[in-house]
């Protein structure tokens, strides 16, 4: 059962442009998120993370908002850059269950120069 | 800072033998580390939580003895793939808590043939 889903599997986007990746889930006792990315023979990178009391967390160019009502989470990168270019994930913990994080099945981006 | 370093990145084993991956902290310690497989097009699947210097918990549906974690210092923790099968050939990769979130090793092919 996939509790996290990330139901864009590629998305591409323009060097400079906003970059905009969803991240749906479906337990509402996550309490936790998280958005790693991933290049090519690599371990993940942490990125961003928001707690569930909040909507809202930058960090630079990474934005990500979180709207409980609607099980939503959103990852903004702007500027976009060649860099980005990696596979993104969410991940979500489940509360009171330590650091038990489900992730989803990732998002290819692209950002063409 | 947070690095953790994960060998080996690939290993083709045969069938009945037996897999060992390490995962090191190189610049902090980590009390607590997760070990997680990814199955082809499927998210990452949480295995089992090792505290340094305790007996690991496993998550539901992992076999304990099959899939031995080892967690004796703080910058170190092993998972022992026990008389390894086809159905075993996945993607294992650690990840630990520091200060400021979380890190992931490069991860493991493991290929059982």
């Known amino acids: 059962d996939q509790q996290v889903k990330q139901n864009s599997p590629s998305l591409s986007v323009q060097e400079g442009r906003i970059s905009i990746l969803n991240c749906d889930y479906t337990?509402?006792?996550?309490?936790?998120f998280l958005w790693y990315k991933k290049y090519p023979a690599e371990g993940p990178t942490f990125l961003i993370s928001?707690?569930?009391?909040?909507d809202k967390n930058e960090d630079g160019r990474f934005t990500v908002f979180l709207n409980k009502s609607a099980k939503h989470l959103s990852l903004h990168i702007v500027p976009s850059q060649p860099g980005d270019s990696a596979v993104y994930f969410c991940?979500?913990?489940?509360?009171?269950?330590?650091?038990?994080?489900?992730f989803g099945t990732g998002t290819s981006l692209t950002v063409i120069p | 800072g947070a690095v953790v370093s994960q060998h080996p990145s690939w290993v083709i084993c045969k069938s009945g033998t037996s897999v060992k991956i390490e995962c090191r902290s190189l610049?902090?310690?980590?009390?607590?580390m997760f070990w997680y497989r990814q199955f082809p097009k499927q998210s990452l699947m949480l295995m089992a939580t090792?505290?340094?210097?305790?007996?690991?918990?496993?998550e539901q549906g992992v076999e304990k003895d099959k899939f031995l974690i080892n967690h004796a210092s703080l910058t170190l923790s092993t998972l022992t793939v026990t008389s390894a099968h086809p159905e075993d050939s996945s993607f294992y990769i650690c990840?630990?808590?520091?200060?400021?979130?979380?890190?992931f090793g490069s991860g493991t092919r493991l290929t059982v043939v």
């Open positions: 990840s630990a808590k520091y200060r400021y979130g979380y890190t």
């Open positions: 337990n509402s006792m996550f309490d936790y």
């Open positions: 928001i707690s569930s009391i909040k």
């Open positions: 991940a979500a913990r489940l509360q009171n269950t330590g650091n038990q994080f489900y």
């Open positions: 610049d902090f310690q980590a009390t607590t």
């Open positions: 090792s505290n340094e210097g305790s007996k690991a918990t496993y």
